[in-house]
């Protein structure tokens, strides 16, 4: 016991004199720089709320100080292009020195225009919508209004924003999504099947489904209409062609895991009982940097698995899960 008591001090002493006193689960951020507040006084801060939709973006510029201005800016086409010129437009009016913080809402889209606002020099944040404050006496919604308020959500650091992967890291998680796709095809597809054989009176009595034998079982089934032979070919094509899929997606999963640079974190997770290469490409793709926690609480809440609650003064009442985080890597 006195040793580890000492290892442990040794390490704390250690810890400290590396964040110089301060609290390590507190982001960096969060902390002051007296030289970067020096330099942010010194420059214009613009707050960008943007409005993306498939075919326009609608824009919204708040500027600094808890009284400024928050105006539309129009709306520009939905292209890297368009975008490119508009932020020029505005560090010509505004100068190039000034700081532009820009936001839009997590939706079909993607991150490809965070990412590329990111390599122009701008602050660019992807928010959850779920978590965007409204009003419940805000009765008019209209696509300008939005981008409004985001820019001025924005600046009151109201927003909350959601992880922004890396290209590749993203590339393998919508593989592994893909693989999910077809393996609930392919059992929809079953359904299907084993239901309309229901329907007319077809029930197969051996142990397990969709082994060899069940197989054998309904390729050999004689139907008494031929629109019911098609039928049943049909829905057999279709569970062998998601069979199919699932065999491609994970080959493809398997070669990419190699060059993926998150591959160690896969093989670590591999080591724990339960876990093979797709269970755990897929729980790491959905993750991202796993760094980015500070706790594991942080984790699970991220993955909904955390209990609701609605407690008031001395009586504490929890419920079941939240499922409000990530659904696919809760499965």
């Known amino acids: 016991m006195p040793f580890i008591f000492s290892r442990a ?8 004199s590396r964040t110089n006193g301060r609290d390590s689960g507190v982001p960096e951020r969060c902390s002051f720089n007296n030289s970067n507040k020096q330099t942010h006084l010194m420059k214009k801060e613009l707050y960008l709320g943007l409005d993306v939709h498939k075919d326009c973006i609608l824009t919204a510029v708040a500027e600094e100080g808890r009284k400024g201005e928050v105006r539309d800016t129009g709306a520009i086409s939905n292209d890297l292009h ?3 010129k508009w932020i020029g437009r505005l ?3 505004h100068g190039r020195e000034v700081i532009l913080r820009a936001c839009y809402e997590a939706g079909p889209c993607g991150f490809g225009l965070a990412r590329r606002l990111r390599q122009l020099g701008v602050e660019c944040e992807v928010v959850a919508p779920s978590m965007t404050p409204t009003r419940s006496g805000d009765r008019v919604k209209t696509d300008k209004r ?4 985001l820019a001025r959500l924005l600046r009151a650091g109201e927003l909350t924003p959601v992880y922004i992967p890396e290209a590749t890291d993203e590339a393998i998680r919508d593989l592994c999504r893909a693989r999910t796709d077809a393996v609930d095809d392919r059992r929809r597809s079953r359904h299907r099947l084993k239901g309309f054989l229901l329907r007319h009176g077809y029930h197969y009595q051996g142990k397990t489904s969709w082994s060899a034998a069940h197989e054998r079982y309904l390729r050999e089934l004689v139907l008494p209409h031929p629109a019911m032979k098609v039928i049943l070919e049909e829905y057999l094509q279709g569970i062998a062609a998601g069979g199919e899929r699932i ?3 994970e080959e493809a999963m398997q070669t990419l895991l190699e060059k993926w640079r998150l591959a160690s974190a896969v093989r670590a997770l591999m080591a724990m009982k339960g876990f093979q290469t797709v269970a755990a490409m897929i729980l790491v793709s959905e993750l991202g940097e796993v760094h980015r ?3 594991p609480r942080q984790v699970m809440a991220y993955l909904g698995l955390v209990p609701t609650e609605n407690s008031s003064s001395d009586r504490r009442r929890q419920g079941h899960i939240t499922k409000c985080g990530n659904a696919p890597a809760r499965w």
């Open 9 to 16: 001090t040794r390490l704390f002493e250690v810890e400290q």
């Open 82 to 84: 368009a975008v490119e």
């Open 146 to 149: 939005d981008a409004r308020k």
């Open 247 to 249: 065999a491609r997606c």
């Open 293 to 295: 926690f500070a706790h």
């Open 91 to 93: 560090r010509k009016v």
